[in-house]
Structure formats: C-alpha cells, structure tokens
C-alpha cells in the first residue's frame, strides 16, 4: 500500500512553507497526502512556541493525532521542539521528535526510523524546489531565516538562531517554477525579511526588483516586517509598482509605550512608528496596514494602556493581531518583576479585539466602488460563501465559478458584509 502522511501547522507562514517543503519531500519517495483528520500512516506536527497558547495548540493536535487507529507514528518538529526537547519527546503519542535544524533531513530520519514505510535506499534529502501549497490558491516562498533582533520578550532566535539569506537565484527559481503550476501571488516570508542581502544583492527592495524583473509573477507579497526597516526606497517601490506588489503591509508594534518598549528591546519609538505609517499611507494609495501588539507585558500600567490604545487608534492602523503576554523560559521578559493577572490581560486585549474590528470596518467601507483583484482563499465547501483575498489584504465574497482558483479576478466592491466585502465580477 501506498504509505500516507498528514500534516498539521501551527504557527507562523515561514512554518507553513517549512511544512510543504516536507510535504514536497515525502511525495517524491511515494507518500500519499491525506488531510489530518484522515488516517494516515505517519502525522506530523509542525510546531510554534511563539507563546503559551502557541504551545496548548501544538499539544491538541498532539492528542488528536494519538486518538487515531491503526498502526501510526507521530512526529514532532519545529520550534517547540528546539525550546523544550525533552517535554515534546515525553508527550503521550509522540515517536519522533525533530529540532528546526534538523527539518531539512525529515526524509533521512523518517527512513532511518522506519524503513519498511520507504522502498528505495536513500541518501541524504536535498532540498526542491516548491510547486504546489496543499489546498492554497497563495503559495509562500521562504527568503530567509532567523533572527539578529533579540527582543527581550521572543524565543524565536533561541530555537531559529542567527539570520540567515536564501540565495536570490535560489528564490527567483521557485517562484518561477510555481508560476508555471499556475500561481499568481507569491508572499515572501521569513522571520526577518527586512533584512534580507544576499552577496550584490544590498536590501529586500533590490530582490524585489529582481523579482519583478526576471518572473511573470503577477502578485508578489511581503510578510511581517519590522517598521524600522521600512525605507523610502521601499516605499517609493511599492508605489510604483503597485498593485503587482502587494499594497499591504504588516508592521509589529508591540507597544504604544516607549518605556514598554524600551523594555521590550525595540528599536524604535512609538513617534517614529507613527511617522513610518504616516507616510506609508501618504504614499502608496489605498494600502492596509496591520500591526502586532501584545498586551499585558510586565510592569505595563494604565498610562502605557492608553498610549497603545492611542496609537491603535490613530487611524494609521488597519487591523490588529493581539497577544497576550507569556513568559517564554530562557527570555529575558521571563525574570522581569511585575507580572499582570491573567484578568487584566485578558480585558485589555479584548478592548484591543474591539479597536480592531472597527478599524477592519473602515478599511472596508473606504473601498465601496472601487475595482480589485481578488484570489480565492480555497474552494468553498457546499453553502458557504467563496471568499478571496485583495491585494490590499482584504477579504471579499466571490462568484463561485471555474475561474476561483488561482486566477487573479476583478470585482467591484459593491457593499460591506459582516467582515468582508461584497464583490461583483467586471470585466477589464
């Protein structure tokens, strides 16, 4: 029998491309692909431990995965993995346990596990190239990975290390290889993409341009990426080249306090923060900007609140991914003094939720009339709406029709539903 493999991902894009480069791997010496809540001869769990709900996640699909019958095995990898080996390994279920730095030789190991699931003799697993994203009509191409930041409150470079760059040659050839499977956006993700360099390629802005230059790529979007290296030769980039390059931008807050994020290890000021948004808007016409915030950092009073609360509504800001602070173990964050009850932090961020939901509402009702091109998200199941993704970062109700898949579709904007646009197909 053909042997199967189900994948689960939490966490951040950079692990999702992680997972279908695994998924690209396993394919190529014979694994069938089911969904995870098939049976499946091995499950494997793509971990995050960005926080502790990050973690709880992790441990149900763990679980889920062990209620399974019949003969399985249950792999482990990631980043929860590189934090705490050694708890992961101890889980009811798990038989395998695979560390960030080992998630390049998954087909090695697998083989050497459990041999009699691989009929050819096996050498080390070469990376390849990416050309399908298992139910995705978007496809993700990773540029980069690691971290050079250090904030004081993250794991991510304890368990993903020092930054380091995809070779651009390496990048232009996967996209070029998933526009000829048919996609048309393509986000460039990493942990620090604003840092991306590579030999005489000098700034993320120059891969861009090469991008552009040397694909047919119609839709090329950026990831998170940190306000501080946002440049005005990035800026103007986007302007020009816009709708090709994405008019979205995710920019990390964290804190509209400069004393938390003076604690935080932040580069930046909430006043330069603001700047950068300012004139990201001023700009690049019709552009959504998201941000991260967390709440609930220790020692955060009611002061350092409301400047956040302040900046959240300045009116610079689009939507919101709200965290609530946990204590990562081996961070810095962790041994600080003035730790908030759980109460506090979970009313403050639901007064952040709340600003966002509005803010999302603005964005929205700003694009009544306007004509955009929309991705669907994936194919609808039978009753509910179809749904897509603009370029600017928004979600609108498609038509279903042969032409919601990959294919970039026209609509005007012609109301405002609960959370999305309502769009009608115009023809160009």
Known sequence: MTPRVAFETIGCRLNQYETESMAAQLSLKGFRRVAFEQEADLYIINTCTV???????????????????????????????????????????????????????????????????????????????????????????????????????????????????????EIIDEINVLVRSGYQEVVLTGVHV?????????????????????????????????????????????????????????????SGSNRILKLMHRPYAREEYLETAKTIKDSIDNITIGADVIVGFPSENEDDFAQTVALAESGFLDYLHVFSYSDRKGTEASQLEGKLKSSVIKERNEILRKISLRSYRKALERQTGKILGAIAERTAKKGELHMGITDNYLRISMPQSDRNGRAIVSLRVASIGDGFLVGTPVTI
């Open 51 to 169: 926080t502790g709900r990050a973690d709880a996640s992790c441990r149900r699909a763990i679980s889920a995965a062990a209620r399974h019958d019949g003969k399985k095995r249950i792999i482990v990898v990631g980043c929860m993995v590189s934090a705490t080996p050694e708890e992961v390994a101890s889980l009811n279920g798990v038989d395998l346990v695979v560390s960030n730095k080992q998630k390049d030789n998954i087909v090695h190991l697998l083989s050497r596990q459990w041999p009699e699931l691989f009929s050819n003799q096996l050498e080390k697993a070469e990376p390849s190239l990416l050309s399908e994203f298992y139910q995705h009509n978007r496809a993700w191409v990773k540029i980069g990975d690691g971290c050079n930041q250090n904030c004081s409150y993250c794991i991510v470079p304890l368990v993903r290390g020092r930054l380091v760059n995809r070779a651009p040659q």
């Open 194 to 254: 604003g840092e991306y360099r590579y030999d005489n390629v000098s700034s993320l802005t120059a891969l861009l341009g090469i991008i552009l230059h040397k694909t047919e790529l119609n839709r090329v979007r950026l990831s998170s990426i940190e306000p501080q290296e946002i440049t005005s030769e990035l800026i103007k980039f986007m302007a020009n080249n816009s709708p090709r390059v994405c008019r979205h931008l995710h920019l990390p807050l964290q």
